[in-house]
């Protein structure tokens, strides 16, 4: 059974940084595309960013040129690193993880990321 970990959350003021990592375990297998979502209170979860196993990226475009999603598939993790953060990012951050070959899907627990002054 896939499981997906993240860890990185936290507090930070208006134009602080933070990043987050989300490790697969139970698998050697990297997933075909993996990504981040997010979910604020009172809103249906959104895309953030994905990233292909080939490094293909896409971004949400209120993160675009802020937040760069990244992997390396020897350790199986993923990352978003998010700067220049603002109160409107604050949301649960998911970790989300699509396999073709057994077109399966996972996500993580989740993330809390708070930005506020």
């Known amino acids: 059974q896939v499981q997906l970990v993240e860890s990185g959350g936290g507090s930070v003021q208006p134009g602080g940084s933070l990043r987050l990592s989300c490790a697969a375990s139970g698998t050697r297998v990297s997933p075909n595309v993996a990504g981040w979502y997010r979910q604020a209170p009172g809103k249906q979860r959104e895309l953030v960013a994905t990233?292909?196993?080939?490094?293909?990226?896409n971004y949400e475009d209120s993160v675009k040129g802020r937040f760069t999603i990244s992997r390396d598939n020897a350790k199986n993790t993923v990352y978003l690193q998010m700067n220049s953060l603002q109160p409107e990012d604050t949301a649960v951050y998911y970790c989300?993880?699509?396999?073709?070959?057994?077109?399966?899907?996972?996500w993580g627990q989740g993330t809390q990321v708070t930005v506020s002054s």
């Open positions: 990233i292909t196993r080939g490094g293909s990226t």
């Open positions: 989300n993880a699509r396999f073709f070959y057994s077109s399966s899907e996972y």
